[in-house]
């Protein structure tokens, strides 16, 4: 028996525990497999979102990531600094309103987004192999009850 086979067993006493369990590990892998792919790119898993987002919202604030990824503003500042360091974005002053920078990706940030996006695609259709139309409407069907479930104990 495989060791994470026998920790699950044990730690998965009930079948919640073991659904539960098995969520976990399931996103476990699969940051690990996105990370694994992305370290190739020279750029963290984390950064790969940013310039996702960016590409998709040009010109986008740092207070608009920050609340789209539910991260502080300062977190943005650190990860943007980086990229821009890096050669992945550029900054410039809003003119509209000069304390705000608006942020854009360079080529080299545009060539890690068309990667990101192969490497996403590449993940999630291994991922979801041999999943019928039917089946992926279930999974997602528990899956928003889910959150809805743990949304309403948030509230």
């Known amino acids: 028996m495989k ?3 026998k920790a699950r067993e044990e730690e998965a006493d009930t079948p919640v525990r073991h659904c539960i369990w098995t969520y976990m590990e399931i996103t476990r ?3 690990s497999i996105l990370e694994r792919k992305f370290s190739q790119t020279g750029v963290y898993r984390s950064q790969h979102q940013l310039l996702m987002y960016i590409a ?3 010109n986008a604030s740092q207070k608009e990531i920050a609340e789209q ?3 502080s503003t300062a977190a943005v500042a650190v990860s943007l600094k980086k990229l821009e360091k890096g050669g992945y974005i550029r ?3 809003d003119e509209k309103d000069n304390r705000y920078n608006q942020i854009d990706l360079t080529p080299r940030g545009l060539e890690i987004v068309e990667t990101s996006q192969k490497i996403f695609g590449e993940v999630e259709e291994a991922m979801f192999r041999g999943f019928s139309g039917e089946d992926f409407e279930r999974l997602t069907g ?4 889910l959150s809805g ?3 309403q104990m948030l509230q």
């Open 149 to 151: 479930n743990l949304e």
């Open 29 to 31: 892998m699969h940051r």
């Open 142 to 145: 528990y899956l928003d009850r």
């Open 69 to 71: 990824y539910k991260i």
């Open 56 to 58: 998709k919202h040009p």
């Open 91 to 93: 900054r410039a002053v």
């Open 3 to 5: 060791p994470l086979q």
